[in-house]
């Protein structure tokens, strides 16, 4: 069954970009959307955006213009990108894959595989 | 964005007994909606799919209901495992996806 790593330092400076990995493994990342979620602590879930194997990607608003999301599909892999933090953005990162319902009308995501999390502080 | 409200914030169970979680959207998201179940150290867990479909290996006393704007998560018949906390999510538009603040069960 794909299971999904997160990787990346635990401690980033503020006004620094964060930079976290995460790798697919026991399945191909073709053919899905590959998301990331964060959650600050004691907090609920927020979407931060997804990418799709070919590369196409959407990110939450909130986050886009300090956000970048790619994929090496040759390492099984995608990556986030996080410019310019603040100690706003301390959370645990998850990856998670996203299943697609297909209807007449249009696709559908919802995510259905998720990564352990990685913890994230952003602190001088 | 669509504004996932979760209630109540703190549900207060006995094991064997029955929950009721319940989820509301600011505007229809169809049958595009999620359960997650996260414990403490540990990544959400997806419980439910299209609003009442369980997901792979998830028992039957996990049961979900509604469309367009209400939602309900059933857990009948709590065991010790099910104590947590359950988050919905709307996948009907985006970006972004939208969480609701989570419902915490707890032991009564």
């Known amino acids: 069954q794909v299971q999904l790593q997160e990787s990346g330092p635990g401690l980033v400076k503020p006004s620094e970009t964060l930079s976290l990995t995460c790798t697919v493994s026991?399945?191909?990342?073709?053919?899905?959307?590959w998301n990331w979620i964060r959650q600050p602590p004691g907090k609920g879930l927020e979407w931060v955006g997804y990418?799709?194997?070919?590369?196409?990607?959407n990110y939450n608003p909130s986050l886009k213009s300090r956000l970048s999301i790619s994929v090496d599909t040759s390492k099984n892999q995608f990556s986030l990108k996080l410019s310019s933090v603040t100690a706003a953005d301390t959370a645990v990162y998850y990856c998670?894959?996203?299943?697609?319902?297909?209807?007449?009308?249009?696709?559908?995501?919802?995510?259905?595989?998720w990564g352990k999390g990685t913890t994230v502080t952003v602190s001088s | 964005e669509i504004v996932m409200t979760q209630s109540p914030a703190t549900l207060s169970v006995s094991p064997g007994e029955r929950a009721t979680l319940s989820c509301r959207a600011s505007?229809?998201?169809?049958?595009?909606l999620a359960w997650y179940q996260q414990k403490p150290g540990q990544a959400p867990r997806l419980l439910i799919y299209?609003?009442?479909t369980r997901a792979t290996g998830i028992p039957a006393r996990f049961s979900g209901s509604g469309s367009g704007t209400e939602f309900t998560l059933t857990i009948s018949s709590l065991q010790s495992g099910d104590f947590a906390i359950y988050y919905c999510?709307?996948?009907?538009?985006?970006?972004?996806?939208?969480f609701g603040q989570g419902t915490k069960l707890e032991i009564k």
């Open positions: 999510q709307q996948y009907n538009n985006w970006p972004p996806y939208t």
């Open positions: 026991g399945g191909s990342i073709s053919n899905y959307y």
């Open positions: 505007q229809s998201v169809s049958s595009n």
């Open positions: 998670a894959r996203a299943e697609t319902v297909t209807t007449y009308v249009r696709n559908y995501y919802y995510m259905d595989v």
């Open positions: 990418i799709y194997y070919s590369g196409s990607t």
């Open positions: 299209g609003a009442s």
